[in-house]
């Protein structure tokens, strides 16, 4: 079982749509969780972090963890053209020092 | 505006010859790390430093090295580029290591390798 999962994709959405983008992970002693934003050919950019259980909303966007279930998920609602990007899943495992451990993104497509 | 560095943007270097990617931030964290992503994949750490305290991954390259001369700037050497080095290099900033500090990205440093 790979440490951090995503389906690569490309999940597809009409311009006004909620993407739901889903991330599973093995270290059930993980505590901090990360969404990366990553344009082609660009470098990561923080979107959002969730430390606890529970629902975590900013602006569009929605984290939703659920540790009992490993899993975290990120809501984008009114889905715009220019969401159109591969989304990173970082997981901080329980680790001595805490590094962050990356899925291989979900590239979604927003349609005008 | 606090941000963090990366130079130069592109960098084109032959096989076996050396060259060295600088990052500096003025973020003031106390944690600076080197990260290698090549297309389609996630990225993968190479090392960072925490403080003056070097961390390298199990799995990094000899051929990989790193200097942290100061808080603010951090440098990648790689020492005999082979055309596997080919990628995307990144370095990230974080105020301190343990559970809950994010991390932040330069806008990368892409290598091509001739």
């Known amino acids: 079982q790979k440490e951090v999962e995503q389906n690569s994709g490309p999940l597809s959405v009409p311009e006004g749509a909620i993407a739901s983008l889903n991330c599973t992970y093995s270290?059930?002693?993980?505590?901090?969780f990360f969404w990366y934003r990553q344009y082609s050919g660009k470098s990561p950019e923080l979107i959002m972090f969730?430390?606890?259980?529970g629902d975590k909303e900013d602006g569009r966007f929605t984290a939703q963890l659920n540790k009992a279930s490993q899993y975290v998920s990120l809501l984008i609602r009114d889905s715009q053209p220019s969401d159109s990007a591969t989304y990173l899943c970082a997981v901080k495992k329980n680790s001595g020092y805490s590094t962050l451990t990356f899925g291989k993104g979900t590239m979604l497509l927003v349609s005008p | 505006d606090a941000m963090v560095i990366q130079n130069p943007r592109y960098q084109v270097t032959q096989f076996g010859k050396p060259v060295t990617l600088s990052c500096s931030q003025t973020l003031n964290h106390n944690v600076m790390y080197w990260y290698q992503q090549k297309s389609s994949q996630a990225p993968k750490l190479l090392f960072h430093?925490?403080?003056?305290?070097?961390?390298n991954e199990a799995d990094t390259p000899d051929n990989f090295q790193s200097r942290r001369p100061n808080t603010s700037f951090c440098f990648l050497d790689i020492r005999s580029p082979g055309l596997g080095d080919a990628a995307m290099y990144l370095c990230?900033?974080?105020?301190?290591?343990?559970?809950?500090?994010?991390?932040?990205f330069g806008p990368g440093t892409r290598l091509t390798v001739t």
């Open positions: 270290d059930r002693g993980s505590q901090s």
């Open positions: 990230a900033t974080s105020r301190e290591r343990g559970q809950g500090y994010e991390q932040y």
């Open positions: 969730i430390y606890s259980n």
């Open positions: 430093y925490y403080d003056k305290d070097f961390n």
